[in-house]
């Protein structure tokens, strides 16, 4: 369970914002709040304010607001970081719209690797054998670097929350 602090900033610059962690703290509050003229605040700027990074760059994909900031701490509870990072690719690189992806997470046709290059991805796949086997006495006659300029017209690198990945969208 990760803790996520927000904030509801008041688009009325004469009402006073609040902290909210959950859905219900957020109506609780957005009930009693008011302006300097005691008329009821009805809009908000939703703020991420603590929690961890992948959370932080899962809300600035989400476009975090006042409409959607519920479905946002839902996934941010129930997701784990791989899935996070899938919806931040596919939303940010891949156009794939919002609802594309919450509605059906599991359909995100992204290849993700965890790996700090190309060339990095390029050796994971030679041990794989994905390139067939590899004699010993080949193996250190690869040209890895070659390989990952080969790979780069299928894949892209890219860092989420201090995590370097690799990914291909089929």
Request: glycine residues 6%; proline residues 2%; charged residues 25%.
């Amino acid at each position: 369970m990760t803790n996520i602090m927000l904030f509801a900033q008041p688009y009325d610059i004469s009402a006073t914002g609040f902290y909210f962690e959950t859905v219900e703290q957020y109506d609780a509050q957005a009930a009693k709040a008011v302006n300097a003229y005691g008329q009821r605040v009805e809009e908000f700027e939703i703020q991420f304010i603590d929690g961890e990074r992948i959370d932080f760059a899962l809300s600035r994909a989400w476009e975090l607001c006042q409409v959607n900031f519920a479905a946002f701490l839902e996934a941010a509870q129930s997701w784990d970081e791989e899935k996070k990072h899938l919806y931040i690719i596919a939303v940010g690189d891949c156009g794939y719209g919002h609802f594309d992806v919450v509605d059906d997470p599991d359909g995100i046709e992204i290849d993700l690797y965890s790996v700090e290059s190309l060339r990095e991805l390029a050796e994971n796949f030679v041990d794989e054998g994905l390139f067939g086997e590899v004699p010993d006495s080949l193996a250190s006659h690869i040209d890895y670097d070659s390989i990952a300029r080969d790979l780069a017209a299928d894949f892209s690198e890219t860092e989420i929350a201090g995590e370097k990945l690799v990914y291909a969208y089929r």
